[in-house]
């Protein structure tokens, strides 16, 4: 069993659309993250999110928008895709200090 | 703030030689500190870790002592294989932050050729 899962793996788009990334973890931790990986490797953190409730909001365009229905899943809309949106987007959960669990990734190009 | 600075890559190595990555930080408490690995097309994944001033963390023949005197926690491995290529982060967290959050160094990149 996976325990956090990511879809999709690669996503190509246009600029301009919208399109969500979707986080499921089966390990019953509290809190979850979605993560920015740039093309050097360099890692932010965009949102963090424990108990449903949204608890890290980093710096980052409105266009994203995390959604949480349940404490398992954690998903990522994005709005009227960019070319600089394009990277490595990683789910991650966590239920303790420096334990983090990550997905997989789902690598994004906007052409 | 709280920050972790690593040495910069790629660092390129022969198969079987010693490994030495840097990673030193700046916390105003006592943060934990951690080596996360991440494989070619894969997630990161915890490599080691150490809570407290000279705990040493190891796993897969990697090593790494928390040294509060230089604020350091270099991960060092005895010989190095083909398959440790692979990109490694070095990070800290702070054990009263609630949300767990990490403080993320740049990244190594690591090259073992044949």
């Known amino acids: 069993d996976t325990a956090v899962s990511q879809t999709p793996k690669y996503l190509v788009t246009q600029m301009g659309n919208d399109k969500s990334i979707k986080c499921e973890q089966n390990l019953g931790h509290d809190t979850m993250y979605w993560y920015k990986q740039d093309s050097k490797k360099f890692l932010k953190i965009m949102f963090s999110?424990?108990?449903?409730?949204?608890?890290i909001n980093e710096t980052v365009p409105n266009r994203f928008s995390p959604k949480s229905p349940d404490k398992a899943h954690l998903n990522l809309h994005i709005n009227s895709l960019e070319l600089g949106d394009s990277a490595v987007y990683f789910c991650?959960?966590?239920?303790?200090?420096?334990?983090?669990?990550f997905g997989s990734g789902t690598r994004l190009t906007v052409v | 703030g709280d920050s972790v600075t690593q040495m910069e890559g790629p660092v390129t190595l022969s198969e079987e030689a010693f490994l030495t990555i840097n990673c030193t930080y700046t916390a105003t408490g006592y943060p934990s500190l951690f080596w996360y690995v991440q494989y070619p097309g894969e997630g990161l994944q915890l490599l080691l870790k150490a809570t407290k001033a000279d705990d040493k963390g190891s796993n897969k023949g990697f090593e790494a002592t928390y040294r509060k005197e230089t604020t350091s926690f270099h991960l060092e491995k005895g010989s190095v294989q083909v398959s440790d290529s692979a990109v490694y982060f070095c990070?800290?967290?702070?054990?009263?932050?609630?949300?767990?959050?990490?403080?993320w160094g740049a990244g190594t990149k690591l090259i073992i050729k044949p």
């Open positions: 991650a959960s966590s239920q303790e200090v420096g334990g983090y669990t």
């Open positions: 999110y424990n108990n449903k409730e949204l608890i």
């Open positions: 990070a800290l967290s702070d054990p009263r932050d609630s949300n767990y959050q990490l403080i």
